[in-house]
């Protein structure tokens, strides 16, 4: 699948824009942001750790179950320049 290459900055901007479409997302940023070897998928990036100020468990695993179907997504769409 061909994707479009987007910056680490866009990236980024994607993913948090995505994340605070959603309600169960809203809030929380992306932290762990790394470039990687490309996946069997041809994806070359991924986002790793999640952050909000919130420490609630059962918010913070919910978030993150939520934020891996949008990454995922973006994921599928876009690649690292």
């Given at each position: 699948m ?12 994607l993913?948090v824009?995505?994340l605070?479409?959603n309600?169960?997302?809203?809030g ?7 470039e ?5 998928t ?7 750790h999640?952050h909000?100020d919130?420490?609630?468990a059962?918010?913070r695993?919910?978030a993150?179950?939520q934020a ?7 994921r599928?769409r876009y690649n690292?320049?």
């Amino acid at each position: 699948m061909s994707r479009e290459l987007k910056t680490e900055q866009e990236l980024l901007a994607l993913v948090v824009k995505a994340l605070d479409a959603n309600p169960a997302t809203a809030g929380w940023i992306p932290t762990g942001f790394h470039e990687t070897v490309e996946d069997e998928t041809g994806c070359n990036w991924d986002i790793t750790h999640l952050h909000r100020d919130r420490k609630d468990a059962e918010l913070r695993d919910a978030a993150a179950n939520q934020a891996a179907a949008l990454i995922n997504d973006l994921r599928g769409r876009y690649n690292l320049s």
